[in-house]
Nanobody, 120 residues
Framework: QLQLVESGGGLVQPGESLTLSCATSGFASFNIGWFRQAPRKQRAGVAIIARQDDSTYYADAVKGRFTISRDKARNMAYLQMNNLKPEDTGVYYC???????????????WGRGTQVTVSS
């Protein structure tokens, strides 16, 4: 089972940036996804990065503002978030899957999440 630990969340104002980190116990054979769960809403995919070629895919709501990346040597994944909006508020999770997909059911290993709050 892969261990994942998120960090980097916090309180920021609209328009500001934040970078989330995901430390893993080793993800060479996994695709990595970032998901978020807003208050009173279901958890949803934000961005994913492929294990083989670092291909990426983003939810429409974050395209052009968020960037997912990974450092294979350090077993770390990142989510750079720019121009944050109040609707980006939520708990952000990183997760690992053998499939390159946004489907939550495809992800077996999850971190505990980190809170991001965007408010003026």
């Amino acid at each position: 089972q892969l261990q994942l630990v998120e960090s980097g969340g916090g309180l920021v104002q609209p328009g500001e940036s934040l970078t989330l980190s995901c430390a893993t116990s080793g993800f060479a054979s996994f695709n990595i996804g970032w998901f978020r769960q807003a208050p009173r809403k279901q958890r949803a995919g934000v961005a994913i990065i492929a294990r083989q070629d670092d291909s990426t895919y983003y939810a429409d709501a974050v395209k052009g503002r968020f960037t997912i990346s990974r450092d294979k040597a350090r077993n770390m994944a990142y989510l750079q978030m720019n121009n944050l909006k109040p609707e980006d508020t939520g708990v952000y999770y990183c997760a690992a899957s053998k499939r390159f997909t946004m489907l939550l059911s495809a992800y077996e290993d999850w971190g505990r999440g980190t809170q991001v709050t965007v408010s003026s």
